[in-house]
């Protein structure tokens, strides 16, 4: 059975600081690690990671994948108030395109 | 941009009620998925399917049917209500690519008393 463990499942931090997020995975046959961010609505893709060691980056959001040790982490510069949302990780199954899901870390940044 | 509408934000159904919730996306995508979002147990997958008249079970199932008559339309259906099924149900899509980003619906709060 495919298995995402994120952590923390709860940060508070305040404006201006800087966080990582922490998603490790087991999976039968690994092929990609999606991060999503959810505010009150529906989750909105961030990043796809597919090979180990590249980073991916947008804006103040980067995010990399260690394939070696099966984790992925997401950083998030410069922190704002916007940035409060829960930050979703997810592995696809083998052979398939359901999503397994971490239970997700709540972020509250605070000014 | 896709569009993945669902029919209600906000639902309150009674015990033993039959609920339906719909989804509906306009990208022809071939595979659509229900999730159901809990505080501490996060996305856990009901039902999925890959084309019309197609469905999977995921892994919480139970008390749960589906429908998908069209390909743009895929119906969770709550065949007698129960306050366990209270929830934030969230409607997902994904085409037949390499990618597997999965594109989600505003979800629909429902609350069963």
């Known amino acids: 059975e495919d298995k995402v463990v994120q952590s923390p499942l709860s940060l508070v931090v305040h404006e201006g600081d800087t966080v990582t997020l922490n998603c490790s995975y087991e999976?039968?046959?690994?092929?990609?690690l999606l991060w999503y961010k959810q505010e009150k609505k529906a989750p909105t893709f961030l990043f796809m990671l597919?090979?180990?060691?590249i980073e991916k980056k947008s804006g103040r959001l980067s995010s990399i994948l260690d394939k070696k040790e099966l984790f992925s982490i997401l950083n998030i510069t410069a922190t704002q108030t916007g940035d409060s949302a829960i930050y979703l990780c997810?592995?696809?199954?083998?052979?398939?395109?359901?999503?397994?899901f971490g239970k997700g870390t709540k972020l509250s940044v605070i000014p | 941009d896709v569009k993945v509408t669902q029919s209600s934000r906000y639902l309150v159904k009674r015990t033993g009620e039959k609920v339906f919730l719909e989804c509906v996306q306009d990208?022809?995508?071939?595979?659509m998925f229900w999730y159901r979002q809990d505080p501490g147990l996060g996305l856990r997958l009901i039902y999925f399917?890959?084309?019309?008249?197609?469905?999977e079970k995921g892994d919480i199932p139970e008390g749960y049917s589906v429908s998908r008559e069209k390909k743009e339309r895929f119906s969770l259906i709550l065949e007698s209500a129960s306050t366990n099924q209270t929830s934030m149900y969230l409607c997902?899509?994904?085409?037949?690519?390499?990618?597997?980003?999965?594109?989600f619906g505003p979800g629909t709060r429902l609350t069963v008393t």
């Open positions: 997810a592995v696809p199954g083998a052979g398939s395109y359901q999503l397994t």
């Open positions: 999976v039968t046959n690994f092929r990609s």
């Open positions: 597919t090979s180990s060691g």
């Open positions: 990208m022809d995508h071939e595979n």
């Open positions: 399917s890959y084309d019309v008249k197609m469905k």
């Open positions: 997902a899509t994904h085409p037949w690519t390499q990618t597997y980003e999965q594109y």
